[in-house]
């Protein structure tokens, strides 16, 4: 039964080829974002022919080359920071699993961006460069106005999201399905390691932000 509910889960998918699955889907939604909303700024044009729109030119290009790069440092640290929460409370989950964890519950930051990238192309079509930068569906950033706060809380108010939420979401149903032990437990497994990690790094970030 155990190997037939395996077969069956998302978390049980190759890591290989979810992994790749996932940078592709993430370089081809990034390339629509920056072709078809970025570069069409006003912003943008104008500094396409100077010096600077060589910069973002090239900054454009190390955010396609680094997908992969960034991705693998953080599912490795996210990983390891739950493994080790599991450990803490007894649980027989391998590092590898968790690391398919969280490379599974990756797939859920898609709908923001979907979200966005519509957003920009059929409701505000004419945005400024930095209105595409402060926007992110169902975050805290609604509540406050990106050109009156402090620069600092930009970055926080973006990843206090409904999306960050499922993702957690998404972690104890893939522990759950490896463990097979009480939901409660993987809740605080989840909250003590992950959570607690996340909230301590949204707090260093503001403490350190010049």
Not at 5 to 34: G, P, Q, V
Not at 106 to 128: G, M, N, R, S, Y
Request: net charge neutral; proline share 3%.
């Amino acid at each position: 039964m155990q190997n037939e509910n395996e077969t069956k889960s998302i978390f049980a998918t190759d890591k290989r080829l979810l992994f790749i699955l996932l940078c592709l889907i993430t370089l081809l939604l990034l390339y629509i974002k920056k072709s078809f909303i970025e570069n069409e700024t006003a912003a943008f044009e104008f500094l396409q022919d100077r010096p600077e729109g060589a910069i973002l030119t090239l900054i454009s290009t190390l955010q396609f080359i680094s997908v992969p790069v960034v991705y693998l440092w953080k599912f490795t640290v996210i990983a390891f920071v739950i493994w080790v929460g599991c450990f803490m409370y007894g649980y027989r989950v391998t590092y590898s699993q968790c690391w398919g964890v969280v490379v599974g519950a990756e797939f859920i930051f898609f709908i923001p961006e979907v979200l966005k990238i519509l957003w920009f192309l059929f409701v505000e079509t004419d945005p400024l460069y930095t209105d595409i930068g402060a926007f992110y569906p169902l975050s805290l950033m609604h509540f406050f106005d990106y050109y009156t706060i402090d620069t600092r809380w930009a970055y926080p108010l973006r990843a206090l999201n409904l999306f960050e939420i499922a993702y957690c979401f998404l972690l104890v149903a893939g522990i759950h399905h490896y463990a097979q032990k009480e939901k409660k437990t993987v809740w605080f497994i989840v909250v003590s390691s992950y959570v607690l990690i996340f909230l301590l790094w949204l707090v260093f970030y503001v403490i350190v932000y010049k």
